[in-house]
C-alpha cells in the first residue's frame, strides 16, 4: 500500500497591508514605494500642511488685524475718487502715484498706492482713505497682486519658502511633488486591500469607514486608510494647483506660452493719432479719474477693481477687477483719460483655458475662491492630513521588533518586486519617471536618493548574513 504524502504548500509571506496571500507584483512595488516615501517624505510634508493651513486662514486673520484699516463705521455718500488720491497725496508728496483701489462698498476704505523705491520686489506703500470723509486712516506696505498686507504677506512666504530663501522652496517643493504620489499610491492600495478581502468574504474589511473595534496597527491602518481615501482627491487638487502655481511663476518664455499658461497682457501705449491725439498735459491725471472708472463701469468693468494712474500724457488708464471671493473672471480694459476712448480690452472669457485653470486653482488654494467655505475646508483639510501622517507613523511604530535593540523600527515591505516586472513593464516605468522628472526635476532627484538609500541598507543587511 503506498501513503500519499500531501507536498507542504509554498510558504507565504505576510501580506504588509494587513489582508492574508501573496501580494500582486506591482502592489508589492508600490507598497514599497509608499512606505519609503512616507516615512522619509512625510516630515515634509507635514512643515508644508502647517504652514498651508495658516495660509488657508491668512485671508481672515488679514481682516482681523487690519480691520482699522480696511473698514470705516463712518456713513455718506464718497467723495470723489480723485479728492481721495489728492488726499493720500498730500502725506507722500514724494512718492510716484501708482493706482488706486476705490472703496468696493460700504464701510470699506479706498487704497491709494505709490511706488517706494524703499520696498522689496512687488511691494507697494498703500495708503488708506476714508471714502466719506477723505481722512486718511493709515499707511502699510502691501505685497503682489492680491495687495497682501505684511501679516498674510509673511504667511504666503512662509508657506512658498518657510521665509528661508532658496532652501526653504525646495523643502516645500520636494513636499508638494511627492504628496500626490503619496495620496495616489495610498488610494490604490487601500482600495486594492479592499477589494482582495471582500474577494475572501473578510467580513470586517471597510472602504469608508474605519474598523472602530480594531487595536493596535490594524486601528491605526483602518483609520490611515479610511481618512486618506476621503481626502485624496483634495491632496491630489491641492498639489496640482499648487505646483501649477510655482510652475507659473517660475517658468517664463517658450515653455510657458507652449502650455498656454500665459495671461493675454492689454496695451497701455497710446499711439497718436488723428482721432485720438494724447496732448494730455503731465500731472493731470488724476484729474480723470471717476470718470475713467465710469466708462470702465459701463463696460461691464466693475466691482472691486484695481486702477492704474499714468505718469505721462502717451500712456493709458487700465482699470482691471480684482481677485474676489465667488469672482470667477476678471477683466481688465484701457481707457485714454483725455478722450475717454477704449484703447484696449482683455476679457477673461478670451483667457486660454490653461491659465482660466491657473487662475482659478491659485485662488482655491489660496483660500479665496469660494470665500470662507473654502478656507475652512483647507483647514479640514489640513487637520485630515495631519492625522492620516500620524497614524503612519504608528503603523511604522507597530511594526518594529519587540526583542532586541531598543532602537529597531519597523521593517520595510519585502523587497524584490522589482526583478518581478517585466522588461517591457521597465521600460514604460523608466519613460513615466522621465517624463515627470522633465517638468519636477525634484521628484526624479529624490527618488534616486530613495533607490540608493534602499540598496545601501540591503547592502548592510546582507553583509549581516554573511557574517
Known amino acids: 500500500m503506498s ?27 508600490m ?42 463705521e463712518s456713513t455718506g455718500e464718497p467723495i470723489p475718487v480723485a479728492q481721495q488720491v489728492t488726499a493720500a497725496q498730500r502725506g507722500q508728496p514724494d512718492l510716484p502715484l501708482a493706482g488706486v483701489r476705490p472703496a468696493p462698498g460700504p464701510g470699506d476704505t479706498t487704497q491709494v498706492l505709490f511706488t517706494d523705491p524703499t520696498l522689496g520686489e512687488e511691494e507697494r506703500l498703500a495708503v488708506f482713505i476714508d471714502p466719506a470723509t477723505g481722512a486718511a486712516l493709515g499707511e502699510s506696505a502691501v505685497y503682489g497682486a492680491d ?59 471597510r472602504l469608508l469607514t474605519p474598523e472602530l473595534a480594531a487595536k493596535g496597527r490594524r486601528r491605526a491602518l483602518s483609520w490611515h486608510g479610511a481618512v486618506g ?72 468693468v466693475d466691482g472691486a477693481v484695481e486702477a492704474s494712474i499714468p505718469a505721462t500724457a502717451d500712456t493709458a488708464f487700465t482699470v482691471t477687477q480684482t481677485r474676489e471671493s465667488w469672482v470667477f473672471s ?26 482660466k485653470l491657473t487662475s482659478w486653482g491659485v485662488q482655491l488654494h489660496s483660500g479665496l475662491l469660494f470665500g470662507l467655505a473654502n478656507q475652512l475646508a483647507l483647514l479640514a483639510l489640513t487637520v485630515a492630513l495631519m492625522t492620516v501622517i500620524v497614524r503612519g507613523y504608528l503603523m511604522w511604530w507597530h511594526r518594529r521588533p ?22 517591457w513593464h521597465l521600460a514604460v516605468g523608466a519613460a513615466v519617471v522621465g517624463t515627470i522628472g522633465w517638468f519636477v526635476p525634484p521628484l ?24
Not at 507542504?8 to 492574508?20: I, K, L, V
Not at 532658496?166 to 479592499?194: D, F, K, M, Q, T
Open 229 to 300: 481615501l476621503w481626502i485624496g482627491l483634495g491632496l491630489l487638487l491641492i498639489s496640482a494647483t499648487g505646483l501649477t502655481w510655482a510652475y507659473a511663476e517660475e517658468n517664463a518664455g517658450a515653455v510657458r506660452e507652449e502650455l498656454s499658461l500665459t495671461t493675454p497682457s492689454i496695451t497701455k501705449s497710446l499711439s497718436p493719432t488723428a482721432d485720438t491725439p494724447s496732448t494730455q498735459p503731465e500731472g493731470t491725471a488724476v484729474s480723470d479719474i471717476d470718470s475713467v472708472l465710469a466708462i470702465a463701469r459701463k463696460h461691464g
Open 402 to 423: 519587540t526583542r532586541g535593540s531598543q532602537w529597531a523600527v519597523g521593517r520595510p515591505p519585502a523587497r524584490g518586486s522589482v526583478r518581478r516586472l517585466r522588461a
Open 31 to 72: 507598497l514599497r514605494l509608499h512606505f519609503y516615501a512616507g516615512i522619509l517624505v512625510a516630515p515634509f510634508i507635514l512643515v508644508a500642511t502647517i504652514s498651508g493651513g495658516l495660509y488657508a486662514a491668512a485671508l481672515t486673520i488679514e481682516q482681523f488685524a487690519y480691520r482699522d484699516y480696511l473698514h470705516v
Open 444 to 467: 526624479v532627484v529624490s527618488l534616486l536618493a530613495f533607490v540608493l538609500i534602499d540598496a545601501m541598507i540591503g547592502a548592510y543587511r546582507r553583509s549581516r548574513v554573511e557574517a
Open 147 to 205: 495687495n497682501a498686507l505684511p501679516v498674510r504677506a509673511w504667511i504666503s512666504q512662509l508657506h512658498k519658502d518657510l521665509n528661508l530663501g532658496e532652501p526653504g522652496h525646495v523643502y516645500i517643493e520636494l513636499a508638494a511633488v511627492w504628496l500626490w504620489v503619496i495620496a495616489l499610491g495610498g488610494i490604490y492600495l487601500w482600495v486594492s486591500r479592499y477589494l482582495r478581502a471582500r474577494r475572501r468574504n473578510t467580513s470586517t474589511s
Open 330 to 355: 476678471t477683466d481688465t480694459i484701457a481707457i485714454d483719460g483725455e478722450t475717454g476712448t477704449v484703447t484696449d480690452t482683455v476679457r477673461f472669457a478670451d483667457w486660454p483655458l490653461a491659465a
Open 3 to 29: 501513503i500519499s504524502i500531501p507536498k507542504r504548500a509554498p510558504s507565504r509571506a505576510p501580506d504588509p497591508a494587513g489582508s492574508p496571500g501573496t501580494a500582486s507584483t506591482f502592489r508589492a512595488l
